[in-house]
């Protein structure tokens, strides 16, 4: 697919993903204000869930209009940033 076919797509071939995203720098419920406007304010983003006190979002995106990059690039725009997960021990 390329990008002259996403202009035509239709509602059933939009492919909605759910990621948790580790964030860093959350510190307080402002702070979860602010990552939930940065991550909802990229085109394609369904939902956001902000849990501060693990230090993650889920956020749910429709695949054929953003990407983790880009969702990436809102939190560092917004001051924080996306952090790897720890592996379980």
């Given amino acids: 697919m390329d990008k002259y076919n996403l202009d035509t797509l239709s509602p059933e071939d939009v492919i909605w993903e759910t990621k948790a995203i580790a964030i860093e720098g ?8 602010h990552v939930t406007r940065a991550l909802r304010g990229v085109n394609g983003v369904k939902s956001v869930e902000v849990d501060r006190e693990n230090a993650r979002a889920a956020v749910t995106y429709d695949t054929t209009k ?5 969702l990436d690039d ?3 725009k917004s001051g924080y940033r996306a952090r790897p997960f720890a592996d379980p021990a």
């Fill in 74 to 76: 809102a939190l560092k």
């Fill in 26 to 33: 959350m510190t307080c419920d402002n702070c979860v204000k």
């Fill in 66 to 70: 953003t990407d983790i990059p880009a």
